[in-house]
């Protein structure tokens, strides 16, 4: 049980146009889902924190209107970068928090290359 | 906010070797969580363990919550162990987000 899914796996576009991927919670309800970046050699840093039916809480420097988030359903988030640029280029994780308690489990990420 | 340190930052071992991965945190948490990141990137939860000893296999992990400190253990390791071991805490006033270390690089030699 506590599976997550991401869509896409990997992901190359082109500079200037948008992204979306879909974290997916399989077989429970998630009213938590958080994003994170991960670059190379480095630790995962919070993005923002996405509640199902409310707007989506950003950490401290990273732009809400850049990246978009959408949780639409107790099982379903999606990350959206606008304009994309080669800076953007990492490894995107989500979470899900299974409700009631403090476990959070991870999707297997997406690698974003902006070419 | 919390501070969250893991040592030794790489080790590389002999297959069938044992090992030990340190955790410490600055402030008390509610929850903590070792993972293993693989070589695609897939984070596998090990271990959900605030406090107390938990084994599962050749791991166990013990959490010392008043002296703010966990323990991973390796033993008998293989290969397939090769990975980053990621600890994270949540705190009562982080509103459900974790906060990582910066992890440690584990190879495992044939």
């Known amino acids: 049980g506590a599976v997550v899914s991401q869509h896409p796996s990997r992901v190359i576009c082109k500079s200037g146009t948008s992204v979306k991927i879909e974290c997916r919670s399989l077989?429970?309800?998630?009213?938590?889902m958080f994003w994170y970046r991960q670059f190379p050699k480095q630790s995962l840093m919070l993005m923002a924190t996405?509640?199902?039916?409310?707007?989506?809480?950003?950490e401290q420097g990273v732009e809400k209107d850049k990246f978009l988030i959408n949780h639409a359903s107790l099982t379903l988030s999606t990350l959206t970068v606008t304009s994309a640029h080669p800076e953007d280029s990492s490894f995107y994780i989500c979470?899900?928090?299974?409700?009631?308690?403090?476990?959070?489990?991870f999707g297997p990420g997406t690698r974003l290359t902006v070419t | 906010g919390i501070q969250v340190e893991q040592s030794p930052p790489d080790l590389i071992l002999q297959e069938g070797a044992n090992s030990t991965l340190r955790c410490n945190f600055s402030d008390s948490v509610n929850n903590l969580q070792w993972f293993h990141q693989n070589p695609w990137g897939q984070l596998i939860n090990l271990f959900y363990i605030p406090s107390g000893t938990k084994q599962n296999g050749r791991l166990s992990a013990t959490t010392v919550a008043t002296e703010r400190y966990s323990l991973l253990y390796i033993s008998s390791s293989q290969t397939t162990d090769s990975g980053v071991y990621f600890c994270?805490?949540?705190?009562?006033?982080?509103?459900?987000?974790?906060?990582f270390g910066a992890g440690t690089q584990v190879v495992v030699t044939p």
């Open positions: 077989d429970f309800q998630a009213t938590t």
């Open positions: 996405s509640n199902e039916g409310s707007k989506a809480t950003y």
């Open positions: 979470s899900a928090r299974r409700g009631g308690t403090y476990e959070q489990y």
């Open positions: 994270a805490v949540l705190t009562t006033d982080s509103w459900g987000k974790f906060q």
